[in-house]
């Protein structure tokens, strides 16, 4: 097996185990952002438009983060801020008040179980 070949696996299972997180973890969530550059799960969202002479700029606020990155260390972040002219997509997974599907509980379990690759149930 080549160096290429051994890099393009590695790559696989990064992004393999990465959408098992996305599936574990969406539930919990309030909002999805999409931007040009990444997807967001969060729960606190403030969007801000910023008018300017040439294009649109949005400025995006969000607390209780998740973010679709494989080569990050935790995908977990307690803030962001995000300015962008491009387009921003947010799409409200669940209302004001409602609870999510998930308790934290469930979702250590589900954490470990993915952790050790019984993802039968995802």
């Not at 409200?92 to 979702?107: M, S, V, Y």
Request: glycine share 2%; net charge negative.
């Amino acid at each position: 097996m080549s160096h290429l070949d051994e890099l393009d696996d590695f790559e696989a299972e990064l992004e393999l185990r990465l959408k098992r997180e996305y599936s574990a973890v969406y539930s919990l969530f309030r909002y999805c952002v999409l931007t040009q550059d990444a997807t967001y799960l969060c729960n606190r969202l403030d969007l801000q438009y910023v008018p300017q002479p040439s294009y649109p700029f949005f400025q995006l606020k969000m607390e209780d983060v998740w973010v679709w990155d494989k080569n990050r260390p935790t995908r977990m972040i307690p803030r962001v801020e995000v300015y962008t002219s491009a387009d921003v997509t947010v799409e409200e997974l669940r209302g004001e008040g409602e609870e999510p599907a998930l308790t934290a509980e469930a979702l250590a379990k589900r954490m470990s179980d993915l952790a050790s690759g019984a993802d039968e149930d995802l």
